[in-house]
């Protein structure tokens, strides 16, 4: 079997060098015992940070002597780029990763791809689910903190600002420019008196740069996409003599002329991290060809603000990165917001075990899902001196003074399924989570797609605890869906605390008002749901056929309910986060810089398939 493996590897890269098929095509490996075959397909090699992004994938490669990377440039143009992923399944390797050149031209061979085999798509996102992986930045929160630092910057004078962007109509500098206008806009002594292009280079943007020079007699800031163009403005100012404009740029890479050490030399004043994910889609890339448990489905990555305060600081963290401390003794503290449903129980199992298996000592707290047990729940996990503090919000809001008592003694902390507002994410190493919104909008998807054909369909929503992420988003989502329907009206709308009795008995109360109009349930968990079910029974209706349910979580007793014909969709919310939160402790206490948000992967499971959906169900 393995022969067969190493002939094939040997004949792709055969081919590829004897074929010449591919001039854009060169390969990576450290050594002939060759196991996986990763292919790499990137959009371009023209912009910089592209460069880096391959360069940080070889890097990250080399570490291993069981895989072969093999790389294809598209040259900015998506036939080619199609063909090159075709060339290379053809060609049999083992995992693909795509950094696309176009998210909609891509997509169908992204997912033909997935069909086969894994797939990681790095920055720019395709449409749908079908891959294994997404990793990218967040980019119109790159935007909002460059925005709010250059109005720190311009203080109370306020002043004019030139931006200068990477090439029109990519989505991604679309994100990062509305979040950097959304911040800008707020100041009536800030103007954004001129926008350029210069395609992410830096000579194009010194040349842009002049032309605004003699046109503008003030020029206060310049906000440029990349370091690399912001750079190339700075050379334009100073080769006119030019002195007190403010550059400020994007990416904050080290080595000559990253944006690090531009910062370090006052040419910027300041940079924002962007990071490629290359490095990171190895990692992944590893873990999933080697069937470890809690692969994620989305990595949004973080972004640092740098400037002349803190960049020696960063470097020095950065270098840190390569010692490891993984092998001391880790201590968790997690407090757990209570055990409210089923969810809440698996969610519970799931980080118990994977703490065992991860040799993490944990001291887990229950809170009865009351805020004030979790904050006293965190505060003796400081006193404790854990290594690391992670724990469920049972609201968004209220945790600022404990989480600033946790920084202040230097325990990083994480979230793990809820998230909290407002988000200081300087408060929290990172998210891993289900992404909320979107199962609010796949429970309406699956609703307005059922072929009810009534002139009005008139739903109750029972709603999660007051205040929770999920409540809020999951509302959030169903809402912003179903008001392109109009015939879809929710007619009433109550909090049943994601408990069972709750859901009972705000169903009954909805019943007793609105009796057989009502035609639809839905429910923001399964537990409220079931308990639904029964008040419906009690009022003597059939439900799953006189009012439809649709709830979230994807639970063995949702699934039970389905198979009795009670249920009629279940919206799945992975509870199984305990290997992934156990991964992000070791990742962050042996250096490594956690992303952002981590969201895990999800489906949608309807009453029609439940049975066969069962069979492979773990919770
Ligand atoms: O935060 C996740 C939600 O909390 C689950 O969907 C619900 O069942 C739980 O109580």
Not at 381 to 404: H, K, N
Not at 469 to 474: M, N, W
């Amino acid at each position: 079997m393995l022969k067969a493996k190493r002939s094939m590897i040997f004949l792709l890269i055969m081919m590829i060098m004897l074929t010449g098929c591919n001039p854009q095509s060169s390969q990576v490996s450290n050594s002939d015992q060759v196991k996986f075959v990763i292919g790499v397909s990137q959009a371009n090699l023209l912009e910089p940070w592209r460069v880096i992004m391959n360069e940080e994938i070889k890097e990250e490669a080399l570490k291993h002597t069981d895989i072969r990377i093999v790389f294809t440039d598209a040259v900015q143009n998506s036939e080619k780029q199609i063909r090159d992923v075709g060339e290379l399944l053809e060609q049999g390797i083992d995992l693909l990763i795509i950094s696309p050149n176009d998210s909609a031209e891509l997509t169908p061979i992204v997912a033909k791809a997935y069909k086969k085999i894994p797939v990681i798509v790095l920055d720019r996102a395709v449409e749908g689910y079908a891959y294994t992986l997404y990793i990218g930045p967040d980019n119109k929160s790159i935007g909002k903190e460059a925005g709010q630092y250059i109005a720190e910057l311009l203080g109370n004078a306020g002043g004019n600002v030139v931006e200068i962007q990477g090439p029109a109509g990519l989505p991604s500098l679309r994100e990062r420019s509305a979040g950097f206008r959304e911040v800008i806009g707020q100041y009536d002594n800030i103007r954004i008196v001129d926008t350029v292009v210069a395609d992410w280079q830096r000579d194009k943007a010194e040349d842009e740069m002049e032309k605004l020079l003699q046109q503008y007699q003030k020029i206060d800031v310049v906000f440029a996409h990349s370091d690399y163009m912001a750079l190339g403005a700075y050379k334009a100012a100073k080769k006119n003599g030019i002195n007190g404009i403010k550059f400020v740029g994007v990416d904050g890479f080290a080595g000559t002329n990253g944006g690090l050490q531009l910062v370090e030399k006052g040419i910027l004043q300041g940079t924002f991290t962007c990071l490629t994910g290359g490095r990171e889609a190895i990692q992944y890339a590893l873990d999933i060809l080697k069937h470890e448990k809690g692969i994620p489905k989305k990595i949004i990555s973080r972004s640092n603000k740098i400037t002349l305060y803190n960049v020696m600081e960063y470097t020095k963290a950065a270098n840190e990165l390569k010692k490891d401390n993984s092998k001391k003794k880790v201590v968790l503290g997690f407090s757990q917001l209570g055990a409210e449903s089923d969810w809440r129980k698996a969610n519970s199992q799931s980080i118990k075990s994977a703490a065992i298996d991860a040799g993490i000592e944990l001291i887990f707290l229950e809170a009865d899902q009351k805020q004030e047990m979790q904050i006293k729940a965190i505060r003796s996990f400081i006193a404790q001196g854990v290594d690391v503090i992670a724990f469920s919000p049972v609201v968004e809001s209220g945790w600022d003074e404990v989480l600033e008592e946790a920084k202040m003694a230097g325990i990083p902390v994480l979230l793990s399924d809820r998230a909290i507002k407002p988000d200081d994410n300087s408060l929290y190493a990172t998210f891993i989570g289900s992404d909320f919104l979107e199962e609010g909008r796949r429970a309406a998807r699956w609703l307005v797609g059922n072929g009810m054909t009534m002139p009005s369909v008139n739903i109750v929503q029972l709603e999660g605890t007051v205040g929770s992420a999920p409540a809020s988003d999951r509302k959030k989502g169903f809402a912003e869906i179903i008001v392109n329907y109009p015939e879809f009206q929710v007619i009433y709308s109550a909090s049943g605390d994601f408990t069972e009795a709750g859901g009972q008995e705000i169903m009954k109360s909805a019943l007793a008002i609105y009796g057989n109009q009502i035609h639809v349930v839905y429910a923001h968990n399964d537990d409220m749901a079931l308990g639904a079910i029964k008040a419906i029974e009690e009022y003597g209706l059939k439900p799953g056929k006189d009012i439809l349910i649709v709830s979230v979580d994807a639970t063995a007793a949702a699934f039970k309910g389905m198979m009795a014909g009670k249920l009629n969709c279940t919206v799945e919310c992975n509870p199984l986060l305990g290997p992934q939160l156990m991964q992000a402790v070791k990742g962050l206490l042996s250096g490594r810089q956690l992303p952002m948000r981590i969201i895990t992967s999800e489906g949608v499971f309807p009453a029609e398939t439940a049975r066969q959906d069962y069979l492979n169900r773990r919770y």
